[in-house]
T-cell receptor
Framework: DGGITQSPKYLFRKEGQNVTLSCEQNLNHDAMYWYRQDPGQGLRLIYYSQIVNDFQKGDIAEGYSVSREKKESFPLTVTSAQKNPTAFYLC????????????FGNGTRLTVT | AQSVTQPDIHITVSEGASLELRCNYSYGATPYLFWYVQSPGQGLQLLLKYFSGDTLVQGIKGFEAEFKRSQSSFNLRKPSVHWSDAAEYFCAVGGSNDYKLSFGAGTTVTVRA
């Protein structure tokens, strides 16, 4: 079955360490997205990529970095510069042309102490 | 700038009763509108979407939503709620040339027996 795989489901890190969250899709989607979810704030866009080797900052990109070297993969690195990294992170993908809705992975819950 | 407001943070409804979740959006052009549902610790699943045409759209799980341009609203309804409908619901808005969705803060639905 096609879908989006985020791993791991739970991730724990010490403050000051960088951490990379994995997102892989086998839906042959062109566009991929990273959202951060905090209680009571909905989803906020971190980064998105419409094609391989290209990506754009979303609304809250500071302290995060991404790469898009392959169509099916869009890893997110939470750097030590991110002031409040503990959150639920969701990866999504879609065909470009925007008649296609977003498909979401099951998320990674990151806890930084 | 685009934005979504979901005025109700939490709604409690009895099983078998009707449900209506409110969504108001702000978008400068013709909006594409979506409703997603999220179970705890999971990703988001698309319930329904509106792009154009009939302003009353049907979705999965017996949900429907009505687009009212004059009121900038896209309210979600279900005639008879089941216990399995307990979840968090998100409204989102985007556009035909805009690959970024903006999400509301979400409404949590509790279903009592």
């Amino acid at each position: 079955d096609g879908g989006i795989t985020q791993s791991p489901k739970y991730l724990f890190r010490k403050e000051g360490q960088n951490v990379t969250l994995s997102c892989e899709q086998n839906l042959n989607h062109d566009a991929m997205y990273w959202y951060r979810q905090d209680p009571g704030q909905g989803l906020r866009l971190i980064y998105y990529s419409q094609i391989v080797n290209d990506f754009q900052k979303g609304d809250i990109a500071e302290g995060y970095s991404v790469s898009r070297e392959k169509k099916e993969s869009f890893p997110l690195t939470v750097t030590s510069a991110q002031k409040n990294p503990t959150a639920f992170y969701l990866c999504a993908s879609t065909h470009t042309g925007f008649n296609s809705p977003l498909h979401f992975g099951n998320g990674t819950r990151l806890t930084v102490t | 700038a685009q934005s979504v407001t979901q005025p109700d943070i939490h709604i409690t409804v009895s099983e078998g009763a009707s449900l209506e979740l409110r969504c108001n959006y702000s978008y400068g052009a013709t909006p594409y509108l979506f409703w997603y549902v999220q179970s705890p610790g999971q990703g988001l699943q698309l319930l329904l979407k509106y792009f154009s045409g009939d302003t009353l759209v049907q979705g999965i799980k017996g949900f429907e939503a009505e687009f009212k341009r004059s009121q900038s609203s896209f309210n979600l309804r279900k005639p008879s709620v089941h216990w399995s409908d307990a979840a968090e619901y998100f409204c989102a808005v985007g556009g035909s040339n805009d690959y970024k969705l903006s999400f509301g803060a979400g409404t949590t639905v509790t279903v009592r027996a």
